[in-house]
């Protein structure tokens, strides 16, 4: 009876443990949204000397653990007069809800237990609970998704069919749609082994590189322009090159973020981690006139704090420049001295930035070679020398044309950096810090010295960081199904969302880590799960019980970011040149549309020839105004970092693929394909159009509907042959002359239809 005995009560107990209040989970949120203003971190704001987010001040005067009724936060919340009522009324803030009071009661009767935010403490590896169905789960992921299906009431989704599974898997991971001829492939080939040799050959296509960039260069606000005032041209593209070579050679990713904050203070460092210590170089400049170099000083000091707080932590740290953050632990001191640690780098306030030579290496080799040419005839001087000296150095003039430049950091004396109260630049009465991480998060061990960008980047990839491996496996997650584990990827403070699957996240997050930051391997473990593989149908009883999809129990389905939008277009139309690498490219632009731009004013020429089917990657960014076809589709500006492109679905973007030149010629040229290689019958074309698009054959209906309208447009263009004409010469590709002018315009007009179906832009 005793060993019963004890069994029963340490069951108890761990029931009592599992509906336990947690303050991260439930109490924290209230006390943020509704109390934290005036009763938390920001002591310029605070009120009565009371903060709600610390155990040891709220129980001094709000709080008494184990008894509710005597403490003071549940006599002001359910306060009936407004003069004692919390919060009050003229905070604009609703009341606390009877289920929260309840909550906030049982919380303190309980102990009035603190904990600390999820994110703010380091990720332990959890154990990968047992599968409901062994059979459904294929590795650690499936475990614990299964074990919130089971917790919700849930059934996953079935597999997805294999058309379905290769045009995702292309679109996930080099962001291009497959060839008909690989779904065929992969359609045909049942074994177990496909799925995975498809998914390495795509990981190791130059093509992932690209994928991933997308992503990172919205994290680091790449753009071709300095942003402020003109707006001005500026080289910079062999960062973004970087960045693509350093996902397709899975550079680890603590390396990547060494070398893009502190490449240039690395032992010996070479070519490219110079380049990549352009990251410091990306923010916003002006080269205005007049303008105040102290004030823009103090914009590029907040610009690199916010975004690298950003990037790699997740953290809303910005919020710190004016005074302390009203809901995290971070102070006005924790931002400036974080702003320290880019003190050194070597920039003009004002004016426009000095750009560095980078010559590949062969252009090196060359140069030298020249250089020791030109030396040797220098020592001599009968004419034939001179005439070959000069000779020799209009080569290497040429040569010294072709060495591309960047922007790079190179460390100076760092200038002093000082707390600026309220933000304001033009007071120098604050405090002078030196660099140093968030107190709360610890210290640098610097012992004797100054701490560096490099001290820096260790830091953020040191095993006992919290921040960074979490946020980068969350913004991976949310690129194969649609959302973030924890929703929003630019806050992991504690007014950002919760994970809804925080064991799931630890556990990734550590096994990053702990596999040496390699990002292949963690891509290949999320899109080789059940989880990832399952249909994006969801069953009415799954769409009723979680509209959402917070709980996975059926894949994501979502538009194709815009340069995915435009690279599929070009795909499917056979346009596409898919050279990896290179400067910017300018694609079909509307006349006129940069006429809002002086000093000086420009002219927008798009290019010819293969670099108007680039990529959309490689599209010029220009800040202020940026391209429209791709603002359509929501690509950021990239003045502040965007971990999270808004996707909306507006009438424009239909409008963008009817009538945008890219669009239009593309439906052109693969409609001159269709009539040359899609099959001898309207309905064989018909069908090739939809496979090529859609790695699927068309409807019954889908067939007839497109047919129909291929008959009524033959009409109409046989009967308006210079519209027929007009619609052929619209871009630079030329159209066929061997195709009549009002067949080419009809077949045209279906594949625009193709391309501007909504399955064709959507990664289902």
Known sequence: MGGVGIGTSSAAEAESLAHRISFSQQIRPILADRCFTCHGPDEGTREADLRLDQRESATKQAIRPGRSADS??????????????????????????????????????????????????????????????????????????AQKHRAEGLRPAPQADARTLVRRLHFDLVGLPPRPEDVEAFAADPSPAAYEKLVDRLLASPHFGERMAIYWLDVVRYGDTCGYHSDNHRDIWLYRDYVIEAFNSNKPFDQFTREQLAGDLLPGATRQQKIASGYNRL??????????????????????????????????????????????????????????????????????????PMPTPEQAAELARLDAEIAALKAHADEPSKAKLAEVQKRREALLQQIPTTLITESVPPRTVRILPRGNWQDASGEVVQPAVPAFLGKLETPGRRATRLDLANWLVARDNPMVARVFVNRVWKLLFGQGIARTLDDCGTQGARPTHPELLDWLAVEFVESGWNVKRLVKLMVMSRTYRQSSRG?????????????????????????????????????????????????????????????PKRQYVPDPGENQYRRGL????????????????????REESCPERARSNTPLQALVLLN??????????????????????????????????????????????????????????????????????????????????????????????????????TRQ
């Open 539 to 599: 069953t009415a009883e799954s769409l009723q019980k979680d509209p959402a999809n917070l709980w996975l129990a059926r894949q994501g389905r979502f538009r194709l970011d815009a340069e995915l939008v435009r690279d599929n277009a070009l795909a499917i139309s056979g346009l596409l040149v898919p050279k990896v690498g290179g400067p910017s490219v300018k694609p079909y632009q509307p006349d006129g549309y940069w006429d809002f731009l002086n000093f």
């Open 618 to 637: 490689y599209t010029y960014w220009q800040r202020t105004l940026f391209h429209p076809s791709l603002q359509a589709f929501d690509a950021p500006s």
């Open 283 to 356: 923010l916003l400049t002006t080269e205005e006139g007049g303008a105040q170099p102290k004030e823009y000083e103090a914009k590029y000091a907040a610009d690199r704090v916010r975004n690298t707080a950003t990037a790699w932590m997740g953290a809303t740290m910005g919020c710190a420049q004016c005074h302390n953050h009203k809901y995290d632990p971070y102070t006005m001191r924790d931002f400036y001295s974080f702003a320290a640690f880019f003190a050194d780098v070597k920039e003009k306030a004002v004016g426009r930035q000095e750009q560095t």
């Open 72 to 145: 003071l936060l549940i006599k002001r919340v359910t306060a009936n007069h407004p003069d004692d009522r919390m919060p009050p009324p003229e905070s604009k803030k609703p009341p606390l809800t009877p289920a929260e009071i309840e909550l906030l009661r049982r919380w303190i009767d309980e102990g009035a237990v603190y904990d600390e935010h999820w994110a703010f403490v380091r990720p332990q590896r959890p154990p990968v609970p047992a599968a409901p169905d062994p059979a459904w789960a294929i590795n650690a992921i499936d475990h614990f998704i």
């Open 660 to 761: 945008d030149p890219t669009y239009v010629e593309a439906a052109r040229v693969f409609a001159a394909r269709l009539l040359r290689q899609g099959g001898a019958s309207d309905a064989e074309r018909v069908a090739s159009a939809m496979r090529q698009a859609l790695a699927r054959n068309p409807t019954p209906d889908e067939s007839r509907i497109l047919l129909r309208l291929l008959e009524k447009h033959r009409q109409e263009y046989r009967h308006d042959e210079p519209a027929a004409r007009a619609l052929a010469q619209v871009g630079f590709a030329k159209a066929p002359e061997d195709i009549p002018p009002a067949e080419l315009a009809a077949w045209t007009s279906v594949a625009r239809t193709v391309l501007n179906l909504h399955e064709t832009v």
